[in-house]
């Protein structure tokens, strides 16, 4: 796994590899569901603001954002989706950003988008119990 | 909402979405060529009018203008209570602006969409891009007023994000669908 | 003629001043109407009523006498299927205590198909597709063991009922993956977005045991298909957007997908174009299918035909091209026809009218337009 930090210079190689912005491919994307601050639907939808980066602490919880149907089915090419999930990142949530969680590469996309999941629900528990083990984890309702 | 509709407004319209996995582009699927708004013509006024107070038993009157279908229809409108309106290049269901809202908001007592579908439009009128949402209205019953159903790069169900069939207020405490309206989100980036 | 029959003649005359007074009607007794025997030509006719969505219905028709049998409620934005001995139906629908608002209340409730009677219901958790009616919004295992039910919240996923007791069992994630096609006994298939189908294997108490994902089945770029699966003799058939079958035997313990096999010629392809509600229907005896066809482009998917074509299943060879204007039906957006030897072919367009067909040569035999402001889906027994 990668070990460079979260650097404009870092954002910027994996945003140029994709074809366009990544702003606008949250838009187009991710926007529908989780909405224009990433806040999610209570019950719905999960929200990915400050949450998306608790999960990118751990390889279960890196493996899980990648393999949601969302991410992994969606149009976005291996180099897009890391774009736009470091832009999510970024975005909401920077600030909570731990040292263990570095941005998605493109290597570790292509290895492991396409892994299918059995049970989002079931993997989604699994991961925030092993998160919650080990430091501050997303809440499991929402 | 968006559904099929007993009066069918078919346009083939040039629809700027992305086609590709690859790139993010704004690809205009047919060109219009000439950026000429026709004001709404006369007859589809008098038929949506018609239609909408048509009870669930009456026999419909026959479709406007229906073009053989897929040919190079290229009637645009400046009317946002027309379906050919160049916002609405992938609506289905009813037009908010026909119920009391507008074309980018909710009719009064109703409640807006938690979630929607998003996608392109191109508005020969500055010959500009723009990204567009297209939301529910929801809470009440069906308006049944200017109902439309344009489906340029629309997906099955299968390929949610794409697909404009499903009730897009599920997600709302309320979800009875009333309306859709298409809200611009901004300008479509081009591909670099 | 008799004194006294000339007399009250006389009187019959005097009183009506007709020549020929009847007799007064006899009082008559109100009734329910009983449901006759099933025909082979009967078929319910799935209105969605998208102008009065909440008042969606199943009108029950028979296209011997053209008569209007009956009608089943169905709520807001339904799923309708019979069950495998036809004796009921089950609609998957929404009521809102208010009508038009308020607590939404899912449900699948069951009606008798011999007397059209409601006959018990399963409360569901609200999560229930609500999209237009296919044949995968809810779906019986073929022993009517478990029912399955189309879930999306926007998730995906689907409950397991068991229609008998009328309880749920239980829900089952599908990553994404939506509707349900009872693909086997205890197996249950899901349209995926990449072009796979997965499949569910259930426990004897409805509890996932095993899945698995299929090859690919179709290309969701290219050519996608549209989720209106028709059955054939030992799975279903599916149609894309520029005109490809696709079968599948679910016959076997996985899904076995054929080769797919043309409607339209390479010069048609792009130009004719399948579309509609319910856009293809198989005569599984005769080994026909018929497909309304437009002359269309991208985005016209949900046009109705102009043509009806047919073709046979095993050759893959045209039979016939039916125009639809000089039977003055309009676009057809809904097919489907009767399985018995003397079949008849519904046709469904896009202004509600509904036409009945010869299925062998055509020919229109009826056009009723009061079966509903929009007909979408239509099941034969």
């Known amino acids: ?142 | ?192 | 003629m008799r004194t006294s029959q000339f007399r009250a003649a006389l009187l019959a005359l005097l009183v009506n001043g007709s020549a020929f007074a009847a007799p007064p009607l006899a009082a008559e007794k109100f009734t329910v109407e009983p449901l006759p025997s099933p025909g082979l030509h009967w078929v319910y006719v799935v209105d969605e009523a998208f102008y009065n969505e909440i008042d969606a219905r199943v009108r029950l028709f028979d296209g011997d006498s053209y008569r209007h049998l009956g009608q089943i409620d169905a709520g807001f934005s339904p799923g309708v299927i019979e069950s495998p001995d036809g004796r009921t139906t089950a609609v998957t629908t929404t009521y809102y205590a208010r009508g038009g608002h308020g607590a939404r209340t899912d449900v699948v409730e069951f009606t008798d198909n011999s007397t059209l009677a409601a006959a018990g219901e399963i409360v569901l958790p609200p999560k229930r597709a609500q999209i237009p009616p296919t044949l995968f919004n809810l779906g019986y295992s073929a022993d009517a063991r478990f029912l399955y039910v189309s879930y999306i919240t926007p998730a995906g996923s689907f409950g397991v009922l068991d229609p008998q007791d009328k309880t749920v069992l239980d829900e089952i994630d599908t990553a994404g993956c939506v509707l349900v096609i009872p693909s086997g006994p205890n197996r249950v298939s899901s349209f995926c977005d990449s072009g796979r189908l997965l499949t569910v294997t259930l426990d004897s108490q409805g509890h996932e045991a095993a899945r698995a994902l299929s090859d690919v089945l179709f290309d969701p770029d290219s050519d996608p298909i549209f989720v209106q699966g028709v059955p054939t003799a030992n799975g279903y058939a599916f149609v894309s957007f520029l005109g490809q079958v696709h079968e599948v035997d679910f016959s076997g313990a996985q899904p076995s997908i054929q080769a797919p096999w043309s409607l339209v010629s390479t010069a048609e392809r792009g130009h004719w174009r399948p579309g509609g509600t319910q856009v293809a229907a198989i005569h599984r005896q005769l080994g026909r299918l018929y497909v309304p066809m437009h002359r269309g482009g991208e985005g016209s998917h949900k046009e109705g035909g102009s043509e009806i074509w047919v073709f046979d299943l095993k050759s893959h060879r045209r039979l016939a091209r039916w125009p639809m204007t000089p039977s003055h039906i309009g676009p057809v957006t809904a097919v489907q026809v009767s399985q018995d030897a003397a079949p008849v072919l519904f046709a469904g367009s896009d202004d509600g009218a509904v036409g009945v067909l010869d299925a062998l040569t055509g020919q229109l035999r009826h056009l009723d337009k009061n079966l509903g402001q929009t007909p979408w889906l239509f099941l034969t027994p």
Not at chain 2, 97 to 107: A, E, I, L, T, Y
Request: glycine residues 8%; positive net charge.
């Open chain 2, 1 to 192: 909402m968006h559904r099929l509709d007993r009066i069918f407004e078919k346009s083939s319209r040039s629809l700027a979405q992305r086609t590709s996995r690859r790139s993010f582009v704004a690809v205009l699927g047919q060109v219009l060529t000439g950026s000429l708004l026709l004001p709404l013509l006369p007859i589809d006024r008098v038929n949506r009018a018609a239609a909408a107070s048509l009870g669930p038993d009456a026999t419909p009157a026959p479709p406007p203008h229906q073009s053989p279908a897929g040919a190079a229809h290229k009637i645009v409108s400046d009317d946002p209570q027309s379906c050919d309106y160049w916002k609405y290049c992938a609506i289905d269901g009813f037009l908010c602006s026909c119920c009391g809202g507008s074309s980018h908001s909710c009719p009064p007592g109703t409640s807006m969409s938690a979630i929607a579908w998003i996608g392109t439009c191109h508005n020969p009128g500055d010959g500009r891009d723009y990204v567009v949402t297209y939301n529910d209205c929801c809470g009440k019953t069906s308006c049944g007023n200017c109902g439309c159903n344009r489906n340029e790069r629309e997906r099955p169900l299968y390929r949610l994000l794409r697909n404009n069939d499903i009730n897009w207020c599920v997600a709302n405490a309320d979800s009875n669908y009333h309306c859709t309206v298409s809200v611009i989100l901004g300008l479509a980036e081009k591909d670099q």
């Open chain 1, 1 to 142: 796994m990668s070990r460079c930090r979260w650097s404009a210079p870092a954002l910027l190689l994996i945003s140029a590899m994709a074809a366009a912005s990544p702003a606008q491919d949250y838009v187009m994307n991710c926007r529908g569901c989780h909405g224009e601050g990433a806040e999610g639907v209570p019950g719905k939808v999960p929200p990915l603001a400050h949450t998306l980066v608790q999960f990118m602490r751990s390889p279960a919880g890196r493996s899980y954002v990648l393999r949601v149907p969302g991410a992994s089915n969606s149009m976005l090419s291996d180099a897009q989706l890391a774009a736009v999930l470091n832009w999510i990142a970024g975005n909401f949530g920077r600030e909570q950003l731990p040292e263990s969680a570095p941005p998605f590469s493109l290597p570790e996309v292509a290895a492991t988008r396409r892994m299918p999941m059995v049970s989002v629900q079931a993997t989604r528990r699994e991961v925030l119990k092993e998160l919650a083990a080990s430091g501050s984890a997303p809440r499991e309702g929402y």
